[in-house]
């Protein structure tokens, strides 16, 4: 069975991610990819980070152990965001990173990405070569050839002037600012941020216990932060996930402003500025049809790619496009990141909205119309068989033919469980609803195992 998912290794902490498994995973990673520094007569280099959950703290000392133990010198840069930690591996031009996070997940489960030089992620075929050593004897170095474990003790400085200079000397004063930290990885950097950037900061989950984390906050609970913006009179709010690498955000009236939206709203600001190239977005194809929509009306065009932000990435990386994300609010730009970054998307936003003077709600009802949009999970199926089954495919083609080019279907194999995800967008919730059970009910007719 196969190691790494999607986003590196994840599982319940001390039940499939063990202290064992972090030694070893990080161990054979020092081999994989601490090699090229070495190979030019200079000590290997590792950056570690992590989220606050309390399993965090037993699995970095098995990561750093593993490391040093195989001879690369480790930088530990504490509780940061993982974006903070792909910075800090380019920043320091270390060999490469290990995030140590679940991010959206609940307080149990935790997960460790590695990261390769420049603070990109890693190439499946590097993952399978950190797998495969694994299962070799790692060349462990006696005396003053082990690694070394240091405290990284400015890494929340250069992270947080690095944001700073994404602004341009753009200053946030006058606005009021909720921020949801989701009791995560940003719980410091994201507050000390926005306050630097001049903005008037009121702070909710930001009080880390290490079983609290994602626990009715950040941006994956909205209801709190909703709660907030209007309590406090706020012109918005912005949302993290545990380990920061997503943003989403409330509007001065409560409402929801979701990645799509964002995307929208950055797009347009970079292409009045010259800064979007081609002027072409990259998104997923879960994007709301109305992101397209409005982006076709501001001159925009689209790429699309299949969902995950790796994929998102790498739609960027072979066109050499500047702005890419997904409508679950992880946003990319090329010139800042590596990775989506929640911290950098949120102050991008504020930002637009101080330079603008419209409020965010102006600005998301100018960048699109969200479509309504139904997603449907159907379970016990056979997934392999819903892009070539003959009547399944037959009912998709009636159903956009009734929908014209006012809606959208979208049938999606889940990657890791028996599921077909059936998702309908109309112009109309009542369509969107009614059509989208119907389908699903077809699929899970025709399909069943």
């Known amino acids: 069975m196969k190691l790494f998912g999607t986003d590196g290794v994840r599982g319940t902490a001390n039940k499939e991610v063990t202290a064992d498994l972090a030694l070893r995973l990080s161990q054979s990673a020092a081999v994989v990819l601490g090699h090229q520094r070495a190979s030019h007569g200079r000590r290997p280099v590792a950056v570690v980070a992590r989220d606050p959950r309390v399993s965090g703290e037993f699995l970095s000392a098995a990561v750093q152990a593993g490391i040093a133990s195989a001879g690369v010198d480790v930088y530990d840069a504490g509780v940061l965001p993982t974006p903070a930690a792909a910075f800090l591996v380019a920043d320091i031009d270390a060999d490469f990173g290990v995030m140590i996070s679940a991010s959206h997940n609940p307080a149990a489960d935790n997960g460790i990405k590695f990261l390769a030089a420049g603070g990109h992620k890693l190439e499946d075929a590097v993952e399978d070569a950190i797998e495969a050593q694994m299962a070799q004897d790692a060349p462990l170095p006696t005396g003053g050839a082990v690694g070394r474990v240091r405290r990284f003790s400015d890494a929340e400085d250069r992270y947080v002037v690095h944001l700073l200079a994404s602004l341009s000397g753009i200053s946030l004063k006058g606005l009021k600012i909720v921020l949801d930290c989701a009791h995560g990885a940003a719980s410091g950097c994201s507050p000390e941020a926005f306050s630097a950037a001049g903005a008037e900061v009121v702070v909710i989950g930001a009080d880390p216990d290490g079983m609290n984390i994602n626990d009715g906050y950040g941006s994956t609970h909205l209801e709190n932060l909703q709660e907030a913006v209007i309590a406090h009179g706020a012109d918005m709010g912005i949302a993290h996930d545990g380990d920061a690498d997503r943003c989403l955000a409330v509007d001065h009236t409560g409402a929801v402003v979701d990645g799509d939206q964002i995307m929208g709203i950055l797009a347009v600001g970079l292409k009045e500025a010259g800064q979007l190239v081609d002027d072409t977005l990259v998104v997923t194809v879960m994007s709301n049809l109305g992101l397209k929509l409005g982006m076709a009306e501001a001159g925009i065009s689209l790429v699309e790619t299949a969902v995950g932000d790796r994929y998102v990435l790498e739609g960027m990386r ?40 419209k409020s965010l709600k102006v600005l998301a009802e100018a960048a699109m119309t969200r479509l309504p949009q139904v997603l449907v999970n159907v379970k016990g199926v056979d997934k392999a068989r819903v892009k070539t089954h003959q009547p399944v495919q037959e009912a998709v083609a009636a159903l956009e033919a009734r929908l014209g080019g006012e809606g959208r279907v979208l049938l999606r194999p889940s990657g890791t469980e028996p599921v077909v995800r059936v998702m309908v967008e109309a112009a109309h919730a009542e369509i969107a609803q009614a059509e989208s059970k119907a389908l699903a009910d077809i699929v899970k007719a025709e399909l069943a195992l």
């Open 318 to 357: 072979s066109g050499g496009y500047s702005l890419g994300g997904e409508q679950s609010g992880h946003l990319i730009f090329a010139d800042y990141a590596t990775t989506g970054d929640g911290v950098l998307t949120g102050l991008q936003l504020a930002a637009r909205v101080a330079k603008t003077g």
